[in-house]
């Protein structure tokens, strides 16, 4: 997998298919080669860590994840949200696509940020929550959606893969639409250890499906616990993970090692 980078890198994990980095997303993905990547999923962070509360198991807990999710300024927030989209245009094949997912508190500049650095945006996924933790505060109504966008090159020689009659089959013969529904991350899923943002696998396997095929190259710039990299070895896809968090990058290993790989797929 080292292949991928350019000079010398050093992986916290690596297989023949599979790399973990830890270190600053940004210096990171200035070492992938350029042209290389065939799909990326990005969970950025949402800023939405300001001291409030939320229901956790029954139990009122606060919703702060950490210091890398800390609220900056609307300016702060969008230079960050430009400066790793710019960074990740560069590594996209010609035919590449980028899924970003997010809340209202940083989607809207993840879309700006999208258009202002080159991309067309194909999708606007409503992932709806079947099981969302109750709104504690009762003066606004329950949080149950985040939005996952999805975007290529604004080039007119581009041409996405979009696995149509896969998804149409998976959804009863009918067209899928833009608005998925499913439950939370379940516990199954968190065994190894639990990531505050952690993506249900569901998601990510249907997100891998639609829009690569077997041995695409997919990164994760903010890989977190790897939901991203789970689906993506299950599948049959190649995966590059970064985080700057050792816990994270350690629990990304355990569900790494942990998944048991479909022959049939390869």
Known sequence: MKEYFKGNVDPAYETDNEILILGDTFSVLKKIKPCSIDMIFADPPYFLSNGGITCQAGHQVLVDKGSWDKAPTFAEKHKFNRRWIHLCKNILTPNGTIWISGTLHNIYSVGVAL?????????????????????????CFTHST??????????????????????????????MKDVWTGTLTPQAEKKYGKHPTQKPLYILE??????????????????????????AKKLGRKYI??????????????????????????
């Not at 581009?158 to 013969?173: L, P, Q, S, V």
């Not at 829009?211 to 990299?229: E, H, N, Q, R, V």
């Open 146 to 175: 985040e939005t996952i966008l999805w975007a290529q090159l604004d080039n007119p020689n581009a041409k996405h893969y979009f696995n149509y009659e896969f998804m149409k089959e998976i959804n009863g013969g009918k067209q």
């Open 206 to 231: 249907r997100i891998i499906e639609a829009s690569t095929k077997k041995g695409a190259l997919i990164l994760d710039p903010f890989c977190g616990s790897s939901s991203t990299g789970v689906a």
């Open 115 to 139: 258009e202002q650095e080159g991309f067309k945006i194909i999708n606007n996924i409503t992932w709806q929550k079947t099981n969302p933790p109750p709104n504690l505060a009762c003066r």
């Open 241 to 266: 993970g970064i985080d700057s968090e050792t816990i994270f990058i350690e629990l990304s290993k355990r569900r790494l090692q942990g998944v048991i790989v479909n022959e049939n797929l390869f």
